[in-house]
């Protein structure tokens, strides 16, 4: 095997499989495995056209309502043609270029399992851009999420063809002027192939699996900070006892005290004598919101891990059985729901990460308010609060569903869609939120631990303190506070997390 590379194949990828291929930058090719596969199918498909007269879906008929009319073979080509052209209806902001790479990557797995009637240049074509970081230009808005997703991936495969825009090399500029310097040919797109290429969930799926990803990496922040900051608050340890949690034995409740027993383990301040008799949710019921968050983080991990192993263009093509059948693994329902709680569970996470900064500045045990000793002359943190609580409302509003919603189209041939593009857009927005509440609270936390000392907090917390003071300096008068916070989230966003969290 090639090193720093990853042979597509028609073997189930995990989530950490695609993690590893983005972190590592790996480069991709087909197995010999996945090339048999589509050129059986193709095969298959090609003898079927030849040999008989029967209409197949979107192959040799028009599409959606117009999936009665009959298209001749010598139009197939131009079918294909003009349906990418057509489809490619997308507003609003562009899509990251890293979820446009991630987007290629996953229609190049769902293609590779030899169901989709594609040829094996197409894949081809769309593995060399992957390889090559020529990323077609796609809009956000414009799929429902029901016949896949229709407008993100027509922009998508506009570039096959030579047409659309692309950014390469760090211009943006026309798909045909990038087959120039790249020597590649513009692609003729035959009976399916552009059909497979926009029926699809790889938008959904795209942003929804992205956020996945992030959502397991803001969790376990979440508790390193909320640690933090229960020692910042001079907090009690036992509501994070064992025996309290097997009594309501939820296996997420249960992991989230453990893990803040042992990051606080040797923590002279949580082992000090307490005044307060109880402590605020916030800080009291962090292991049930968290654990609670941590187990839909899990529910929706499958579910993408799931839809990233799957075919999700129609029609399906079976080779073996002689089947090609029409029907609707490209209704992202499942992505929708996921999506919506996915936010929902991450939402959580930033409200109750607002509700501790809140306690932190409040002035209470001992610490000054606004978390600044000349209170009057200078505010403090008074308006980094202000801040979180505006990112937390904002995340109530994307936390409306959106796939309670659907809108009738294609003069009611979709008459019920998911509107999980909608659903992975908001939740990608609620995932950069989290990021910056949870900066927020670190930058807080930081300083209220500081008021406690030359009592410490545990070795890993004031490792966590020492590093952050590396880039963001402890705040001793009023000063311009967005680089601190700005910069706070640069620092969590390369933190090392295995050099602060305790094994699992």
Known sequence: MKPNHHYISTQSLSITDIENIINENKTLSLSEDAIQKIQNCRDYLDKKLNDNETAFYGINTGFGSLCNVIIEGEELEELQHNLVKSHACGMGEEVPQHLVKLMILLKIQSLSYGHSGVRIEVVQRLIDFYN????????????????????????????????GEMNFQGSRIEAKLVHEKMNWNALRLQSKEGIALLNGTQFSLGYGLWSSMMSNR???????????????????????????????????????????????????????????????????????????????????????????????????????????????????????????FLAIALAELGNISERRVYQLIGGQRGLPVFMTEGAGLHSGFMISQYTAASIVSQNKQLCTPASVDSIVSCNGQEDHVSMAANAGTKLYKVVQNVESLLSIELMVAAKGLEFRHPKKSSPRIEQLLSDYRKHVTSLKEDRILYKDMHQSVHFLRHLDLSSYLPSE
Not at 146 to 159: E, F, N, R, T
Not at 300 to 312: A, K, P, Q
């Open 132 to 163: 090559a970081n020529a990323l077609p230009i796609i809009y956000q808005l414009g799929s429902l999420g029901a016949s896949g997703d229709l407008a993100p991936l027509a922009h998508m495969s506009l570039a096959l063809i030579g047409e």
């Open 218 to 340: 803001l969790s376990k922040l979440s508790d390193l900070i909320g640690a933090m900051s229960l020692d910042a608050f001079d907090g009690r340890i036992e509501p994070f006892d064992d025996r309290v949690h097997q009594n309501r034995p939820h296996p997420w409740q249960i992991f989230t005290a453990k893990r803040f027993r042992d990051l606080l383990e040797g923590s002279e301040i949580i082992t000090q004598e307490k005044t307060a008799v109880q402590d605020p949710y916030a800080f009291r019921c962090i292991p049930q919101v968290h654990g609670a968050s941590k187990s839909t983080i899990d529910y929706v991990r499958g579910v993408m891990e799931t839809e990233l192993n799957s075919v999700t263009d129609n029609p399906n093509i079976f080779p073996e059985t002689d089947a090609i059948i029409s029907g609707g693994n490209f209704h992202a329902q499942p992505l929708a729901l996921a999506s919506d």
